[in-house]
Nanobody, 124 residues
Framework: VQLQASGGGLVQAGDSLRLSCVASGRTFSNYYMGWFRQAPGKEREFVGAISWRGASTYYYANSVKGRFTISGDNAKNTVYLQMNSLKPEDTAVYYC?????????????????WGQGTQVTVSS
């Protein structure tokens, strides 16, 4: 699976931004998709994930719950991360990733494939 993330940019606090992650190369539906972020000097942090096995299942980090929403278009092999009410502390490089062990959804090392990352900067 090859993943291509896009949509980052510079926004002001309170603004919204939507990131996209396009997957190619293998059967997309066999994987769940996660979003992570990494700020300078910090470890990679889980943001949220979506699984399409059966009914769609979602899981979000507490820090973004209620502000960020993940959605997906299986026909387009694309996952979206809608980010609302952005805060300066949301500033980071955002990565999408594909994994197969939902029980380890928050663990970066459990993911099989990673996109290249897209920078999100939120000014105060």
């Amino acid at each position: 699976v090859q993943l291509q993330a896009s949509g980052g940019g510079l926004v002001q606090a309170g603004d919204s931004l939507r990131l996209s992650c396009v997957a190619s190369g293998r059967t997309f539906s066999n994987y769940y998709m996660g979003w992570f972020r990494q700020a300078p000097g910090k470890e990679r942090e889980f943001v949220g994930a979506i699984s399409w096995r059966g009914a769609s299942t979602y899981y979000y980090a507490n820090s973004v719950k209620g502000r960020f929403t993940i959605s997906g278009d299986n026909a387009k092999n694309t996952v979206y991360l809608q980010m609302n009410s952005l805060k300066p502390e949301d500033t980071a490089v955002y990565y999408c990733a594909a994994g197969r062990v939902w029980a380890l959804v928050t663990v970066p090392t459990s993911y099989d494939y990673w996109g290249q990352g897209t920078q999100v900067t939120v000014s105060s």
